[in-house]
C-alpha cells in the first residue's frame, strides 16, 4: 500500500516490511561476523554476504533459515545489491569476491583472470604493498598471463588505479540506501516499497516474522 505522503492509506505491505526485517537480521551478521551466533551460521551455511548467490537450502534446513534465505534472493537480490564495502586497510574485504569497485565484483567483471588468481580468496590489502606512504597495486597470479588475457589484466590495473587503501581505517559495510551508510529497517521499506511494490508475487511458503529486531 502508499503510503499517506504518496496517496496511500498508509498501511504497511506486510511482505515488504518483513523483507526489511529479515534484512536487519542479515546485516547484523555481515556487521559482526565475530560474534558466536554469526560464527555459528558461517560455520555451517558459509558467509551469509555471498549466500544469496551462491547457495540453495537444504530441506533440513530450518524453516528460519529458508525464510532469510529467500529473502535474499527475492527482488533481483534487492539486499545484495544495495549494500557494498567501503575500503580502509582492506585486511577483511575479499579482493575478487566481494563488492568493494563501483558495487561490483572483480570475479564477475573477470571471470577469466578469477581462474588463475594466486589467491581467489585473497584480500584487498594482500594485492599490493606500501612503498613509503604509497599504495601500490600488485596482484598476484598462479602463471604469466596468456596473450589473450594482457588486455584483461590491463583493464583490471586501470579499475584498480587511483583507488588507495588506508591503514589507519578498518574496512566497513556500507548500505547504499541511507547517506550514513547504516542499515535501518526504515529505510529498507522505505526502498522496497518504492522499488517492489506491487510487482512480486506472494510466496506462500514464506513464514512472516512477527518478532522485531
Known amino acids: 500500500c502508499k503510503s499517506k505522503d504518496e496517496g496511500g492509506l498508509g498501511i ?3 511482505r515488504l516490511f518483513n523483507w526489511a526485517l529479515l534484512g536487519k537480521w542479515v546485516w547484523r551478521c555481515m556487521l559482526y561476523p565475530s560474534t558466536m551466533w554469526a560464527k555459528v551460521l558461517q560455520g555451517r551455511y558459509g558467509r551469509i554476504e555471498s549466500f544469496s548467490k551462491t ?16 529473502v535474499l534472493q527475492q527482488g533481483n537480490f534487492w539486499l545484495d545489491e544495495k549494500i557494498d564495502r567501503c575500503i580502509g586497510d582492506g585486511t577483511s574485504t575479499r579482493f575478487w569476491e566481494d563488492k568493494w569497485i563501483g ?25 599490493g604493498n606500501w612503498e613509503g606512504s604509497t599504495w601500490l597495486w600488485q596482484v598476484k597470479w598462479r602463471r604469466e598471463p596468456f596473450v ?3 588486455g584483461s ?3 583490471l590495473l586501470e579499475m584498480l588505479q587511483g583507488l588507495q587503501i588506508f591503514s589507519s581505517k578498518q574496512d566497513q559495510w556500507r548500505w547504499i540506501c541511507d547517506k550514513d551508510g547504516v ?4 529505510s ?3 526502498w522496497l516499497q518504492r522499488s517492489l511494490g506491487g510487482e512480486l508475487s506472494y510466496s506462500s511458503d514464506f513464514h512472516l516474522v512477527i ?3
Open 153 to 155: 589484466v590491463n583493464s
Open 55 to 70: 547457495s540453495n537450502v537444504d530441506r533440513r534446513d530450518s524453516w528460519w533459515w529458508k525464510d532469510i534465505v529467500w
Open 183 to 186: 542499515f535501518s529497517v526504515k
Open 211 to 213: 518478532k522485531s529486531l
Open 188 to 190: 529498507a521499506y522505505s
Open 148 to 150: 589473450h588475457e594482457v
Open 103 to 127: 558495487g561490483l565484483r572483480l570475479l564477475d567483471v573477470f571471470p577469466r583472470l578469477y581462474s588463475f588468481a594466486f589467491d581467489p580468496l585473497s584480500m584487498v590489502g594482500h594485492n
Open 12 to 14: 504497511k505491505d506486510v
